[in-house]
């Protein structure tokens, strides 16, 4: 009887946190129903300001030139733009450039290839060096995978210049290759949902959002105030973010203005950017919980923060409960709970799908075709939880780990769908455990098709997305190596 009170208790004490999470998601998609975002115009402007480009990189030489192009290509005044490429790189890309930064320097740019003689920092510490070679006031950041559109700055600047309370402005991030597989068009139904419906509600109600480390630009007042680049957490722009609002800064958000990305085709290169995510992200959470709660900010602002920075590592705590289930039925404990309105906790995490539906909605004519790719989310969505958990389990470890860049592969439209397919995919040391994983929903699965019938879709939604994740890298290397031959 003790033993079933206890595995009860331990299931609810899994679940509640997740079912708040949602709620957080619901309330987000309350506001956002209530009072859609509109879009913002830029203000008039009549002088403009002196902005610095920054451009972080590190051995990405496939896009570097793409996306310094793009920012020479800004309609902005020349004499008012300095382009600053932060360039960590220990392959060829600076060799690769120096004939670009020749000509636009020949172009009659300000531009600067900037080499340091260490990593130290990773992205913060190349961002915070070149902010002291720059005497702008403005601070535009692009990551080497994005290509920023020429409007870029006459439509972010003219807002930071109207409201000097302003201390950074984000676009929103479209996709240069949605379409090129499975993969590509479920990150995009996750990102969309996240910029077209959180970022821009929070903006608008008041709620702390944060950087995305590219897309923005910030005012460099705003940047030294909040303490300026740090680098004890992966997710720099988060972290800088927050700190800068708790000081009452405030950031807006434009949905009108995008600027493209690529996206990882490649299962195991996606799993290395969310692990670097999920890492970021739960240091934020431990190095800032105390300053957000102390912060002089409204009650929900906190509450709707604190939420936003679990997202990670609350997929360790669906990881458990997959864990504890079989138990719960083998134990009997689980007859003890059917009793309870279980469903109701169905319902709320019905938030996060309708999320990514509204998303599309908002975004897209044909948004009924992209929500297609909702169960093979679901499904990937299970399967990166394993490499999401563990990174969160490091990070609460003290282990901080390398900054690595997402492998790049310029891929624009239909034309380039293809070319990534002969590159080798990243190692995954995630494999063995995801097909742990599996098997043991799989076991779950059978012992509830005897207890708990009720349970078996629940099981075998984990196995799959588990065995399917798993799968999809192994695709990933024998197509490779398949081109890799084709080409030889």
Known sequence: ?????????????????????????????????????????????????????????????????????????????????????????????????????????AAGFRIDHIRRASRDGYKAGALSNGLKLTEAEYIAIFDADFVPPPHFLRYTVPHLLADPGLGLVQARWSHLNAETNLITRVQALILDGHFAIEQATRAA?????????????????????????????????????????????????????????????????????????????????????????????????R??????????????????????????????????????????????????????VIGQGVL??????????????????????VANSRAVLATLQGRKGDWQPTPKFKIEGQAHQRQYVALPPPADPNLPYEVAFGLYALVGGVIAAYRAPSLMLYFAVYALGFFVTALWGGLDRWRSRIAQQELS
């Open 205 to 301: 109600n008041g709620l702390l959002m944060t950087f995305n480390g590219t897309g923005g630009v910030w005012r460099r007042a705003c940047i030294q105030d909040a303490g300026g680049w740090q680098s004890d957490t992966l997710a720099e722009d988060a972290d800088l973010s927050l700190r800068a609002q708790f000081l009452g800064w405030r950031c807006a958000f434009l949905s009108h203005c995008t600027v493209p990305g690529e996206l990882p085709p490649q299962i195991a290169s996606l799993k290395s950017q969310q692990a670097r995510w999920a890492r970021g992200t739960t240091g934020v959470l431990l190095k800032l919980h105390r300053r957000l709660w102390q912060a002089p900010i409204p009650r929900r602002a």
């Open 1 to 105: 009887m003790i033993l079933r009170v206890v595995l009860q208790l331990a299931y609810f004490i899994l679940l509640i946190p997740l079912a708040l999470y949602a709620l957080t998601i619901g309330y987000l998609i309350f506001l956002y129903v209530r009072r859609p975002p509109r879009p913002i115009p830029p203000p008039a402007v009549t002088d403009w300001p002196f902005v610095a480009v920054q451009v972080p990189l590190y051995n990405e030489p496939a896009v570097a030139e793409r996306v310094i192009r793009a920012v020479a290509a800004l309609d902005y005044p020349r004499t008012c733009l300095h382009i600053q490429i932060l360039d960590d790189s220990t392959d060829d890309t600076p060799t690769l450039l120096a004939p670009l930064v020749a000509e636009l320097r």
């Open 303 to 356: 509450i709707m923060a604190f939420f936003g920075l679990l997202g990670y590592p609350l997929q360790s705590l669906s990881l458990a409960l997959l864990v504890l289930q079989p138990i719960l039925i083998l134990s009997g404990a689980y007859e003890g709970l059917k009793a309870l309105p279980l469903a109701l906790f169905g319902v709320i995490g019905m938030a996060i799908p309708i999320l990514y």
């Open 364 to 385: 897209y004519p044909d948004w009924m075709r992209r929500t297609f790719a909702l169960p093979a989310l679901l499904l990937f969505g299970v399967g990166l939880a």
